[in-house]
């Protein structure tokens, strides 16, 4: 693997590191234990049959779907001169050997800014503390589609 040089905005943004990951780590939990929360309506249980489970700290989520099972997994990454939180949404599936692997399907991030952005490169988005009334029923929909891929 070729490693390259890291760049004056790279470190920049590394300054900033230990304030930036609590205040994303806090909002990735709200994000996660709000979709849980949205996930036991009884609607979207009936028709959309997702259910989240987070672990306690917020990290990570088990995701049962009728596609199958996920997990989402919370990181924080530096991109050039920006620091965020990335849910990555990874499916259960088994090889041509039928041995069990996660296979990555999907991703939203969380900003430093409270935005949820959906996908990597997307301009779809909403604030994760004043959210439009459907934000978090997107997002779940997104995460079951994700799981069907």
Same mark, same amino acid.
């Given at each position: 693997?070729?490693?390259?040089?890291?760049?004056?905005?790279?470190?920049?943004?590394?300054?900033n590191?230990?304030?930036?990951?609590?205040?994303?780590?806090a909002?990735?939990?709200?994000?996660?234990?709000?979709?849980?929360?949205?996930?036991?309506?009884?609607?979207?249980?009936t028709?959309?049959?997702?259910?989240?489970?987070?672990?306690?700290?917020?990290?990570?989520?088990?995701?049962?779907?009728?596609?199958?099972?996920?997990?989402?997994?919370?990181?924080?990454?530096?991109? /050039?001169?920006d620091?965020f939180?990335?849910? +990555? &949404?990874?499916?259960? *599936?088994? %090889?041509? =050997?039928?041995?069990?692997?996660?296979?990555?399907?999907?991703?939203?991030?969380?900003?430093?800014?409270?935005?949820?952005?959906? /996908?990597?490169?997307?301009e779809?988005?909403? +604030? &994760?503390?004043?959210? *439009?009334? %459907?934000? =978090?029923?997107?997002l779940?929909?997104?995460?079951?589609?994700?799981?069907?891929?």
């Amino acid at each position: 693997m070729n490693y390259l040089n890291i760049n004056s905005d790279e470190m920049d943004a590394a300054r900033n590191a230990v304030k930036l990951n609590a205040s994303l780590w806090a909002q990735a939990k709200k994000v996660i234990d709000r979709l849980a929360e949205s996930s036991r309506n009884e609607f979207m249980q009936t028709h959309w049959g997702i259910s989240v489970m987070p672990s306690d700290d917020g990290q990570s989520a088990v995701l049962d779907s009728p596609f199958g099972v996920g997990r989402a997994e919370f990181k924080i990454h530096l991109d /050039g001169r920006d620091i965020f939180g990335r849910y +990555e &949404i990874l499916r259960k *599936d088994r %090889d041509k =050997y039928d041995i069990e692997f996660w296979r990555p399907v999907w991703a939203f991030r969380i900003t430093k800014h409270d935005l949820v952005e959906f /996908g990597d490169k997307s301009e779809k988005s909403f +604030e &994760i503390y004043a959210p *439009d009334a %459907d934000s =978090y029923g997107r997002l779940l929909l997104s995460i079951a589609a994700s799981l069907g891929k």
